[in-house]
């Protein structure tokens, strides 16, 4: 998709909102992405050197298993409460769909500051909820085989989040030389960049990570997009009004249906 100047304005219009509105005036998004992993890395490294002194070649099993369900879980979240009006998740819908699909469109990934972090990261406190449920679901394994495979799958999971986390940062990283020029990460990028297509995002490319189950359900779009997203002020378009990527409702400049 190629932007036009009106769309342009729309989107720009949209980010000082967001920004006005959602961004506290003394955020990092330094400090935001140092949390997350701090905190990740931490408790992978604690899990590990408390749990994998005795792990067998049977153990390791798990890891495989961890990422695959972990890229299932990845996908049915994406494609369905991220997407679409959940009762209970009404919340991961508005940030994700209204927010992060108004504030990035195929021609407009990168982001501009850290500010803008905001609008790509999990919020700071939920890599301590997926910890939990890591965690839990370790124990549980841990319990039906071995401490160390329950290690395993706790580790799994919580690396999982971080990777989730730092690759979706890379593809809206304003300097895309280094993403675009690794074979597995450029195309992993354009993957995302694809689903960023308003007539696409409820419908394809939902993994991030990795496109497993985009491929098992058949939602994996290949089409050929530009060699990096341009910047604002190199798109043209004549689409002259943004929608609600989940309704294709008109939106206003502040995201709301008109």
């Avoid at 990740?40 to 792990?55: E, K, P, Q, S, T």
């Avoid at 009762?87 to 819908?93: D, E, N, S, T, Y």
């Avoid at 675009?180 to 689903?195: D, F, K, N, V, Y």
């Avoid at 985009?214 to 043209?236: A, G, I, Y």
């Amino acid at each position: 998709m190629i932007l036009g100047d009106d769309m342009s304005s729309s989107i720009e219009e949209y980010r000082a909102h967001y920004q006005a509105t959602y961004v506290p005036a003394r955020y990092s998004g330094r400090l935001h992405l140092i949390c997350v992993f701090v905190a990740g890395i931490g408790l992978i490294g604690a899990i590990g050197l408390w749990f994998l002194g005795a792990v067998t070649p049977r153990d390791w099993l798990a890891l495989p298993l961890t990422l695959v369900i972990a890229s299932f879980v990845e996908y049915w979240a994406h494609r369905g409460p991220m997407h679409h009006p959940v009762p209970g998740l009404r919340a991961l819908f508005e940030r994700h769909a209204r927010r992060h699909h108004r504030y990035f469109v195929q021609d407009h990934m990168r982001f501009r500051d850290y500010r803008d972090f905001h609008v790509v990261l999990f919020p700071p406190v939920l890599i301590g909820f997926f910890a939990s449920i890591a965690m839990a679901l370790g124990s549980v394994v841990a319990l039906l085989t071995s401490p160390a495979a329950g290690a395993i799958v706790a580790m799994t999971s919580i690396a999982y989040y971080l990777a989730y986390e730092l690759l979706h940062l890379s593809y809206h990283t304003q300097g895309l030389g280094y993403t675009w020029g690794l074979g597995w990460l450029s195309a992993l990028a354009r993957h995302h960049q694809r689903h960023h297509n308003p007539a696409l995002m409820v419908h394809r490319n939902f993994n991030l990570v990795m496109p497993l189950f985009d491929v098992v359900f058949r939602t994996l779009d290949t089409t050929p997009v530009t060699t990096q997203p341009t910047t604002d002020k190199e798109s043209e378009s004549d689409n002259d009004a943004a929608h609600d990527p989940a309704t294709a409702q008109p939106l206003d400049t502040h995201g709301e249906p008109r």
